[in-house]
């Protein structure tokens, strides 16, 4: 099976930063979009920021500015820089990928289990 095991979060004050990182591994082909997303107690999870294999980048609106996603595709590996963090960006993260598991084969979404990212005021 496809495993992907994010890394980085924990607990930073308002306008702290912190940096994820997510690493793919198992059964892969190929790798195009990988991308972060949060989901806060309550609510629907939510796109952070994505980011394709050839570099094509969208980043959530509440996010532009201060987060920056990149990749290593020979490590199969996402990161996200988070800066001048604020409360409301308390949740947990999950990475994501659009996993190719051998040639021919259809790409499927795969996602981590996430990591807690706490933002104290």
């Known amino acids: 099976q496809v495993h992907l095991v994010e890394s980085g979060g924990g607990l930073v004050q308002a306008g702290g930063s912190l940096r994820l990182s997510c690493a793919a591994s198992?059964?892969?082909?190929?790798?195009?979009?990988m991308g972060w997303y949060r989901q806060a107690p309550g609510k629907q999870r939510e796109l952070v920021a994505t980011i394709t294999r050839a570099g094509s980048i969208n980043y959530a609106d509440s996010v532009k500015g201060r987060f920056t996603i990149s990749r290593d595709n020979a490590k199969n590996t996402v990161y996200l820089q988070m800066s001048s963090l604020k409360s409301e960006d308390t949740a947990v993260y999950y990475c994501n990928a659009d996993v190719q598991e051998a040639r021919g084969y259809q790409y499927t979404r795969r996602w981590g289990q996430g990591t807690q990212v706490t933002v104290s005021s």
């Open positions: 198992g059964s892969i082909f190929s790798i195009n979009a």
